[in-house]
C-alpha cells in the first residue's frame, strides 16, 4: 500500500473550512484513499473514501488532484466538535482476505472558538 | 441499533492472568477486528476475521488468541497478560464488498497490566 504523508498539527477558526492536507504521492492506480478521523478518547470514525473523483457526503467533501498523488479532506463548517485526529489512508479497494488498513498518526486538527 | 459495542469498558489485570474483551455488532457485518492503539503509534491490527469461523493473524498477534464462533461476535483473549499489552483496544466491523474498508469502531477497552 502507498505511504501517506500528514502535517502533524493543524488550526482552524470555527465556521471556517478546515482544509487537511495529505500527500500519497506513490499511490497505484487501484488504491482508494480513505479518511478517517478519532476524536478524543473515542473509537475511530469513517468519514469518506475515493478513488479519482471528487467526493462529498453529509460529513466533508474529499479533493483528489487529478494525478491522484495528493488530496485534501474538507470540513466546510468546522464546529469545535470536529476537534480529532485525522486520518489519511490508501489501501487497495479489491485485497482478497487482507483486510488490513495501515494507520500512521494522523493530523490533530484543532478548532478554536 | 447499537453499533459495535465492546465489554469490558477498562480492566486492570495482574501480569499473568487472563481476560476475554467481547465485541458485539448488530450490523451484520462479515468482517471483524481488534486493534491496539498506544501512545504515539497508529493502530496496529491484532487479529481479523472475515467471516463466522474464520480468524486470521494481523501485524502484532502474539500473546492473542481469537474466536468467531458467531457472526456477531468477536472475541479477543489474553492467556497471559503482559505489562507490554498495556493498551487502548479497539474492535471495528465492516460489511463484505466494495464497503470493506468503511470500519465501524467501538468505543474501546483501556486495559492496564500491572
Known amino acids: 500500500d502507498a505511504k501517506t504523508t500528514q502535517p502533524p498539527s493543524m488550526d482552524c477558526a470555527e465556521g471556517r473550512a478546515a482544509n487537511l492536507p495529505c500527500n500519497h504521492s506513490t499511490i497505484s492506480g487501484n488504491e482508494y484513499v480513505y479518511w478517517y478521523r478519532q476524536i478524543h478518547s473515542q473509537g475511530p470514525q469513517y468519514i469518506i473514501h475515493?478513488?479519482?473523483?471528487?467526493e462529498t457526503n453529509e460529513m466533508a467533501s474529499l479533493i483528489i488532484t487529478e494525478d491522484r498523488k495528493s488530496s485534501t479532506l474538507i470540513l466546510p463548517h468546522a464546529t469545535l466538535r470536529d476537534t480529532a485526529v485525522y486520518y489519511c489512508?490508501?489501501?487497495?479497494?479489491?485485497?482478497?482476505?487482507?483486510?488490513?488498513?495501515?494507520w500512521g498518526l494522523g493530523t490533530s486538527l484543532a478548532v478554536n472558538p | 441499533n447499537a453499533g459495535v459495542t465492546q465489554t469490558p469498558k477498562f480492566r486492570v489485570l495482574k501480569t499473568g492472568q487472563s481476560m476475554t474483551l467481547l465485541c458485539a455488532q448488530d450490523m451484520n457485518h462479515e468482517y471483524m477486528y481488534w486493534y491496539r492503539q498506544d501512545p504515539g503509534m497508529g493502530l496496529r491490527l491484532i487479529h481479523y476475521s472475515v467471516g463466522e469461523g474464520t480468524t486470521a493473524k494481523g501485524e502484532v498477534p502474539d500473546g492473542y488468541n481469537v474466536s468467531r464462533l458467531k457472526k456477531q461476535n468477536f472475541l479477543l483473549g489474553l492467556e497471559s497478560a503482559a505489562p507490554s499489552q498495556t493498551s487502548v483496544y479497539f474492535c471495528?466491523?465492516?460489511?463484505?464488498?466494495?464497503?470493506?474498508?468503511?470500519?465501524?469502531f467501538g468505543p474501546g477497552t483501556r486495559l492496564t497490566v500491572t
Open positions: 489512508i490508501v489501501r487497495v479497494g479489491n485485497a482478497g482476505n487482507n483486510r488490513k488498513l495501515i
Open positions: 471495528a466491523s465492516s460489511p463484505a464488498g466494495t464497503g470493506t474498508y468503511e470500519q465501524y
Open positions: 475515493g478513488l479519482k473523483n471528487n
